[in-house]
């Protein structure tokens, strides 16, 4: 279902060490069989859900599978069943460094990163914030998402970019998830733009300073 209008009450735009895991199977890591039941996949220091096939029509259009970094990732279950049923395959960690390891060894082999913002201390600017940030900052074209209780609305503008494209209040509607991710890959644009512009801004000052 397309959703053209922003949802009520909402901002619009304005351990051990892991194996490495991708869409592509990267050698040594055993292959990722069809699992189409309930019983998730360990592999790696994931838990690998299978997609479904598609069981509607979305406006969400990328097939690379989801990854989610969520310390607990049972109240998420909801959600995760409906990327299944997107037909994405979905990726979970309970360690937001492994996540960020993995996406800087395989960039494009992901099409959304979503965060639990609560379970990392995110939502109120914890210290494993900057480890987000820093993902933002060399990694722009990575789309990501926050998903946080404690937030007032779900928040689709642009105003948190630093650390991620959009905000969704939890627990998240199938209608908030379709939409959050069709406008955070909008917003990820947007994201791209800054920070090519910053880096240029830079390069002109480090140019001038030695001129």
């Keep these: 279902m397309l959703l053209t209008r922003p949802?009520?009450?909402?901002?619009?735009?304005?351990?051990?060490?892991n194996a490495p895991l991708s869409a592509e199977r990267p050698a040594g890591l055993p292959q990722v069989k069809r699992n189409?039941?309930?019983?998730?996949?360990?592999i790696g220091g994931w838990t690998v859900y299978d997609s479904y096939p598609r069981m509607f029509a979305s406006a969400f259009t990328d097939t690379r599978p989801v990854m989610i970094a969520a310390m607990d990732a049972d109240p998420l279950m909801?959600?995760?069943?409906w990327l299944r049923a997107m037909g994405l395959q979905v990726f979970t960690s309970g360690r937001l460094e492994h996540a960020t390891r993995e996406l800087a060894r395989n960039r494009t082999k992901w099409s959304v990163l979503i965060v639990d913002l609560d379970g990392f201390g995110l939502?109120?600017?914890?210290?494993?914030?900057?480890?987000?940030?820093?993902?933002?900052?060399r990694m722009p074209e990575i789309v990501v998402i926050g998903v946080s209780t404690t937030v007032a609305n779900n928040d689709f503008s642009t105003d948190r970019l630093a650390l991620c494209d959009v905000t969704l209040r939890g627990p998240v509607s199938l209608a908030?998830?379709?939409?959050?991710?069709?406008?955070?890959?909008?917003?990820?644009?947007?994201?791209?733009?800054?920070?090519?512009?910053?880096?240029?801004?830079?390069?002109?000052?480090?140019?001038?300073?030695?001129g």
Excluded: Y
């Excluded at 109120?124 to 900052?137: F, I, N, W, Y």
């Excluded at 959050?180 to 390069?203: F, I, Y």
């Design 7 to 17: 949802l009520p009450g909402t901002a619009t735009a304005g351990g051990t060490p």
């Design 36 to 42: 189409l039941g309930r019983k998730p996949e360990q």
């Design 78 to 81: 909801a959600q995760i069943g």
């Design 123 to 137: 939502a109120e600017g914890g210290s494993t914030a900057d480890s987000l940030r820093d993902l933002r900052a």
């Design 176 to 210: 908030a998830l379709e939409l959050g991710m069709n406008e955070a890959a909008m917003n990820n644009l947007v994201w791209q733009s800054r920070r090519a512009a910053d880096k240029l801004s830079t390069m002109t000052e480090v140019e001038a300073a030695h």
